[in-house]
């Protein structure tokens, strides 16, 4: 059977600028890189408040929406009530003094409209309420059936302005949707906008599918399929819907992932009572091992550059995290925590390694740097497995099982904010995408 196909078109075909609108006075710039949010831990960590005036024109409303979802669930950035500041013109400043009584510290302001062309112009000004200034401002003309695209873009512009780290809005999640009797649940691979929206399926669910991964372009992902024969990984191209089998290996293949430059896949390859890491070299389909034991050595993930694996293995009696070349040898342990710890993936950031660790009952999803020091638990409680990170290295997704079935989540690496991720049913499994092209 076909499979179905879905274009994801790239940040440069999907949108067209034309130009930036004036980015404010060297004062205003200067004034804000002095406050900066600071997003790495501290006490006294308080959000941006930011108020987004409603956007005018027919396609205002919808943005505004957009926009000010997004800040909701962003944890650093704080959507105020624009409302009480009264009526607001995008062409002209704002009314400062109406938005230091709302305790804002920044307003945007815009329009988002179809031109005589068909096609939708948005454009927004973001101002800093301190100084009076505009801190930032850009146009874009595109396709309407793309506008939902350019809310998210318009919302990591702000958010990368006003907290100093990229954004992470203009994003998909590419998950395991599940339906039917938990004795017969159909799986499907799907995916979707990082906030629900858009959901497509990339398979028909004849066959069960399991841990699917995106590659550095987000235009590919890896997956396993139960069918008929052994477990197999697979290679879809989401462009075209074609899929290839990664390698035709013996026995059961399982958690592969992308190398960085998205050239070699790692995975496991179960023979007999073990299973070993092996990694495939996409253009040649030539495979070297990289772990060699009588353990289970499973999920590795890379280093966003490329030079280290970390992985987990039962080698010391039982699962544990490990940290070793990517070209194989000699592998340290990082995980001393009381329980058993699995799932582990590298930030984009290189900063941290989330992971999941089972311990008196629970399974909590926490993180720790790559040398196994400063380890956090950010979420603990019934079945919380499969950790995904967010292209900018401030939050985690996750899926629980829990009330019939599995849901997705997605909490700061601090845990100060958790917030479920809609999807039509049941979902596991989540990967998420590269900030878009």
């Known amino acids: 059977m076909a499979q179905p196909t879905w274009h994801t078109p790239t940040r440069r075909s999907a949108v067209s600028l034309f130009g930036g609108l004036a980015l404010g006075s060297l004062v205003g710039r200067a004034a804000f890189a002095q406050r900066t949010l600071e997003v790495h831990g501290g006490g006294d960590f308080k959000p941006v408040n930011v108020a987004v005036t409603p956007f005018a024109g027919d396609g205002g409303p919808s943005l505004t929406s957009i926009v000010t979802n997004n800040f909701k669930r962003s944890v650093f950035v704080n959507p105020v009530d624009a409302g009480a500041a009264g009526a607001v013109n995008p062409d002209v400043a704002p009314n400062m003094d109406a938005f230091r009584a709302l305790n804002a510290q ?221 070209n194989g040898g000699a592998a340290n342990r990082i995980s001393f925590g009381e329980g058993r710890y699995s799932t582990p993936v590298w930030s984009p950031k290189g900063d941290y390694i989330a992971f999941t660790r089972q311990a008196g009952g629970n399974f909590g999803i926490g993180v720790m740097k790559p040398d196994g020091s400063g380890e956090r638990i950010l979420t603990d409680g019934f079945h919380n497995e499969g950790p995904t990170w967010a292209p900018n290295g401030l939050f985690v997704m996750f899926f629980r099982n829990g009330g019939g079935g599995p849901k997705l989540f997605m909490i700061d690496i601090f845990g100060r904010g958790e917030f479920p991720v809609p999807t039509p049913s049941f979902g596991s499994d989540p990967s998420w995408s590269p900030l878009l092209g």
């Open 106 to 326: 920044y307003v945007v302001t815009g329009r988002s409209a179809r031109g005589a062309d068909g096609r939708m112009k948005t454009e927004f000004r973001l101002w800093d309420v301190a100084n009076g200034t505009q801190a930032a401002g850009q146009q874009y003309v595109t396709d309407p059936n793309n506008s939902r695209r350019v809310a998210h873009i318009v919302s990591d512009a702000i958010f990368s302005k006003v907290t100093g780290e990229k954004g992470f809005f203009d994003t998909r999640i590419a998950f395991v949707d599940e339906t039917g009797p938990r004795e017969n649940r159909r799986k499907r691979l799907a995916i979707m906008d990082q906030d629900g929206a858009n959901v497509r399926y990339l398979t028909h669910g004849d066959d069960l599918v399991v841990t699917p991964r995106f590659s550095p372009s987000s235009q590919e992902l890896t997956y396993m399929s139960f069918g008929s024969e052994d477990p197999k990984v697979f290679l879809l191209n989401i462009d075209t819907g074609q899929r290839e089998v990664v390698g035709n290996f013996p026995g059961m293949t399982f958690s592969p992932r992308f190398s960085p430059d998205g050239q070699r896949v790692v995975m496991s390859l179960q023979q007999g009572g073990s299973a070993n890491l092996y990694s495939m070299d996409l253009r040649s389909r030539t495979t070297t091992r990289l772990s060699d034991s009588a353990a289970i050595d499973t999920s590795p993930s890379y280093s966003p550059d490329g030079s280290r694996i970390v992985f987990e293995s039962d080698r010391g009696g039982a699962q544990q995290i490990y940290v070793m070349g990517a």
